[in-house]
């Protein structure tokens, strides 16, 4: 073969490179532009008006009052904070953590929850895992250990039975009431 051709070989398979090369760059998808918008479409909003003139309507969304949310917040800032970037903001640890909340309070999928909170699906297929593990780092030593000796669990279950009148119970698990109307002539 000669030098020349060689050469011309060389060069062509260069452009080749390049040109695949250039094919991945443009394949890569940008976000959609209502998600840019995040300010905008946000249940932040939503939840500040709830803070200010709904209380209870806050404690309904995220099952928990602003208070609560605050101290839960400023404890898990620092784990959840990002750094922004020269391409875009960052996803703030307030945004972090309630759409964890709204996810966990509600059981919604990410692709339902993302156009409550104009994150991803794919963003939150990672924030939400990221905050949950944030929370029992943060919280586990007080909140989540288990009793370790007869006398502590003994102790849980007469705390339940004085608060809730249910005795030889160590806890509940959030449930639906639902009316049962019993047939007729079938007892009480």
Request: a positive charge.
């Amino acid at each position: 073969m000669s030098e020349e051709r060689r050469r011309m070989l060389l060069a062509l398979a260069a452009v080749c490179i390049y040109d695949k090369e250039r094919e991945k760059k443009n394949r890569r998808c940008r976000a959609k532009k209502w998600l840019l918008q995040r300010p905008r479409y946000s249940h932040i909003n939503l939840m500040a008006e709830l803070a200010l003139q709904e209380p209870n309507d806050f404690r309904n969304y995220l099952r928990m009052d602003f208070c609560t949310y605050q101290q839960l917040l400023s404890l898990l800032e620092p784990m959840l904070k990002k750094q922004d970037t020269c391409m875009r903001k960052a996803i703030t640890a307030h945004e972090r953590l309630s759409a964890t909340l709204r996810f966990l309070a509600t059981g919604r999928s990410y692709e339902d929850l993302q156009y409550s909170v104009a994150i991803s699906k794919q963003s939150l297929s990672k924030i939400i895992p990221e905050t949950c593990d944030a929370i029992i780092a943060t919280l586990q030593e007080e909140y989540l250990k288990f009793p370790e000796t007869e006398e502590e669990w003994l102790d849980i279950a007469k705390t339940f039975e004085e608060r809730w009148q249910f005795p030889h119970c160590l806890g509940a698990i959030d449930g639906k009431h639902v009316k049962i109307v019993p047939p007729a002539n079938s007892g009480s």
